[in-house]
């Protein structure tokens, strides 16, 4: 079974600035599988990368997806107030299973 | 436009049995993998259970296996979820997701389950 892990657990960052998200896995992660999500408090995550770097539908160009292997990069290159939320990476396996990284939380500074 | 409506959740003893129902629309609902993922309060999320397409191949997180049951029914675009031998470390919200490329881009607003005596 794979784990990720998620890196900051919380990062503390102002709006403009750029935010750099860690994804570590224990082995190696298939790049097709590899994707990451936004959760607002009571709202349902929201896809914002697939294959480690193909952006989701209707996800604005300042979300970007980078890594292969065991580490894989969320960047979010100059932040809003709206993108203050919990983020997930997320794999994909065998036997129609997924895995969820712990998230890490992007707070106002 | 893709609607998951998850229902079934509420309160429910340890023990006992609880049955989530949730209904797709706005898709060919057969063409797609469904999903189960749960969150439970102030917690990360957490997949609970897979089913295929096709020939009803279906995945559990080990925390489930043997208590859990998921199925699908594709005439009535309806996906459902067998909660038997309920835990109070069952209680979460549970969503409904949609299977694409190794990823989940379609979530209901979720159902919720309390298990507690």
């Known amino acids: 079974e794979i784990v990720l892990t998620q890196s900051p657990g919380t990062l503390s960052l102002s709006p403009g600035e750029r935010a750099t998200l860690s994804c570590r896995a224990s082995q190696s992660v298939s790049s097709s599988f590899l994707a990451w999500y936004q959760q607002k408090p009571g709202q349902a995550p929201r896809l914002l990368i697939y294959g480690v770097s193909s952006r989701a539908t209707g996800i604005p160009d300042r979300f970007s997806g980078s890594g292969s292997g065991t580490d894989f990069t969320l960047t979010i290159s100059r932040l809003e107030p709206e993108d203050f939320a919990v983020y997930y990476c997320q794999q994909y396996g065998s036997s129609l299973e997924y895995t969820f990284g712990q998230g890490t939380k992007l707070e106002i500074k | 436009e893709v609607q998951l409506v998850e229902s079934g959740g509420g309160l429910v003893q340890p023990g006992r049995s609880l049955r989530l129902s949730c209904a797709a629309s706005g898709f060919i609902f057969d063409d797609y993998a469904m999903y189960w993922v749960r969150q439970a309060p102030g917690r990360g999320l957490e997949w609970v259970s897979g089913?295929?397409?096709?020939?009803?191949?279906?995945g559990y997180a080990d925390s489930v296996k043997g208590r859990f049951t998921i199925s699908r029914d594709n005439a009535k675009n309806s996906l459902y979820l067998q909660m038997n031998n309920l835990r109070v470390e069952d209680t979460a919200l549970y969503y409904c997701?949609?299977?694409?490329?190794?990823?989940?881009?379609?979530w209901g607003q979720g159902t919720l389950v309390t298990v507690s005596s």
């Open positions: 997701a949609k299977g694409l490329f190794g990823a989940l881009p379609y």
């Open positions: 089913i295929s397409w096709s020939n009803g191949d279906t």
